[in-house]
């Protein structure tokens, strides 16, 4: 964003204080002319303001970094025109078509992994369902035993479901654990890492590695539990 060759610093300081309470905007960092002249004198080697007569030929402006969610054309076309009602803004100016092929290669890696994950969540319930079934089968005749002496279904299939939640339980302490790690070396090598993978997303994420857990194992069981009840005594032999 451009500011007028007249708005003072105090100006400009004080539009900055406006800005920051917009919900769009994330970050901004404000740069004076004098700023802007020695930043382009160090890239230059020269000091531009030796052929403008000692005039600084510089505009101040200020660089602002938007909220995700408005970092998209159709946002930022409503934004400029607001930005533009502010007194003493000459210029607003962003890369439109960079905006666009960011957008659209994030939106095929967001269908890509949620394939990707919707298979993942599949397979991590067969091995589940699987694993819980040969357990639950080792104990078929315990079951059995148990309906014959009079115990309810929901009697029998309580233990079972319980064992199985608190497997679930572990298991997703451990997927957590490991996330934390990955999350934790990446952070090591680049800490910017934070600015994608928020503290809110890791808190969704671990929530919801415990509940998956819980609920996979415990519906796995309870439908194990289930079949080997509904069965006669002269089937259990014959699976």
């Not at 101040?60 to 998209?72: H, I, K, P, Q, R």
């Not at 946002?75 to 803004?89: A, C, D, H, T, V």
Request: proline fraction near 3%; charge should be positive.
């Amino acid at each position: 964003m451009m500011l007028e060759q007249d708005m003072t610093n105090p100006e400009a300081q004080q539009l900055c204080q406006k800005l920051k309470r917009r919900p769009y905007i994330k970050q901004l960092h404000f740069i004076s002319k004098e700023q802007a002249l020695k930043e382009q004198t160090a890239a230059m080697g020269t000091d531009p303001s030796e052929f403008t007569g000692g005039d600084n030929p510089f505009l101040s402006s200020v660089e602002l970094t938007l909220n995700a969610a408005y970092a998209n054309n159709d946002s930022l076309k409503w934004i400029s025109k607001e930005l533009k009602n502010f007194p003493k803004i000459s210029d607003i100016s962003y890369q439109k078509d960079l905006i666009d092929s960011v957008n659209q290669t994030l939106t095929k890696i967001s269908v890509g992994l949620l394939v990707l994950a919707v298979l993942l969540t599949f397979v991590s319930f067969s091995l589940i369902n699987n694993t819980v079934r040969l357990s639950i089968y080792a104990r078929r005749f315990s079951i059995h035993t148990m309906k014959l002496v009079g115990a309810s279904w929901g009697f029998i299939r309580r233990p079972f479901v319980w064992n199985a939640i608190v497997i679930g339980l572990v298991a997703a302490l451990i997927a957590d654990l490991v996330l934390s790690g990955c999350i934790y070396a990446l952070y090591r090598y680049e800490p910017e890492i934070l600015t994608v993978v928020t503290w809110d997303v890791m808190l969704i994420t671990g929530v919801a590695v415990f509940l998956f857990g819980v609920i996979i194992t415990a519906i796995c069981s309870h439908i194990s539990v289930n079949k080997f009840l509904r069965m006669k005594a002269g089937e259990l032999y014959k699976i």
